[in-house]
Nanobody, 123 residues
Framework: VPLVESGGGMVQAGGSLRLSCAAS????????RGWFRQVPGKEREFVAG????????QYADSVKGRFTISRDNAENTVYLQMNNLKPDDTAVYYC?????????????????WGQGIQVTVSP
């Protein structure tokens, strides 16, 4: 598995978590990186994306001002700092690497996905 997520878990509303996604076996330093999330019965949705050099970031409206994506190319790792978490943020979070942010999605032929990690926010 080229991408491995960590840092998930359970937290109370208003709390914070930091997700990490480490790449192993290959380098993704020239790829855009991102995070998606999915709840049972719903489609996987975009959360945040960052360009290969970190100059461009994009966020879903639902997480703007609360989540921050960053990357460390020396460590081949991308992070998602999640603050002021809400019960609606409860989902399985997936790390992704793709050519550019706009290509990210479940239908992309060039994307690489992690296995996902559970984040649960209690009221």
């Amino acid at each position: 598995v080229p991408l491995v997520e960590s840092g998930g878990g359970m937290v109370q509303a208003g709390g914070s978590l930091r997700l990490s996604c480490a790449a192993s076996g290959r380098t993704f330093t020239t790829y855009a990186r991102g995070w998606f999330r999915q709840v049972p019965g719903k489609e996987r949705e975009f959360v945040a994306g960052i360009s290969w050099n970190g100059d461009i970031t994009q966020y879903a409206d639902s997480v703007k001002g609360r989540f921050t994506i960053s990357r460390d190319n020396a460590e081949n790792t991308v992070y998602l700092q999640m603050n002021n978490l809400k019960p609606d943020d409860t989902a399985v979070y997936y790390c992704v690497a793709d050519t550019i942010i706009e290509e990210m999605g479940v239908e992309s032929q060039t994307g690489h996905w992690g296995q996902g990690i559970q984040v649960t926010v209690s009221p």
